[in-house]
């Protein structure tokens, strides 16, 4: 029981430096001090903080104090993504829809842009609109359906 105890705490001490470590590194992209962001970013990001994760993406996308690179874009998005994160959801349909660091394909495209609308992001409900315009009523209900198994299964972790 001690052990567990003591676990308990060391996690509930580490919670207040996540926090400061991601605000700290968001006020820097603000301020673009971009190597600050990245020093109290990219830690968070590889051990699973979606805002971090989605922030990277955001990062890499637009070259913004790293090398423009959207395979990393699409690394950072497709991991805060699966933390429900419903901008990086969005952007990775984004950059499914425009074939940026992956090949093109509008059912992986629409696929995210349902689940980041699902989740309440205006852009992918917006997105949804465009995308569809592109696509047939095969790869339309392909989409639905992997979006359905994907929120199902999500629901279940």
């Known amino acids: ?37 990245l020093e109290k970013l990219r830690p968070l990001a590889e051990h699973g903080h979606a805002a971090a994760q989605y922030n990277l993406g955001v990062m890499y996308e637009w070259g ?15 991991r805060a993504a699966e933390l429900s994160h419903k901008d990086a959801q969005n952007n990775l349909g984004a950059l499914y829809s425009k074939g940026e660091g992956t090949e093109e394909d509008f059912i992986e495209a629409l696929k995210w842009f349902m689940i980041s609308a699902e989740n309440g992001s205006e852009g992918g409900q917006k997105n949804i609109r465009i995308v569809e315009k592109r696509m047939n009523y095969e790869q339309i209900s392909e989409a639905q359906k992997r979006a359905n198994d994907w929120m199902r299964n999500a629901r279940k972790k």
Not at 11 to 36: R, S
Not at 64 to 78: C, F, I, M, R, S
């Open 64 to 78: 913004n104090g790293v090398q423009q690179d959207n395979d990393q874009a699409l690394k950072w998005y497709k």
């Open 1 to 37: 029981m001690t052990k567990y105890l003591a676990i308990l705490i060391l996690i509930m001490m580490a919670a207040p430096v996540y926090a400061n470590d991601f605000e700290e590194g968001l006020a820097a992209i603000y301020e673009t001090d971009y190597d600050k962001a």
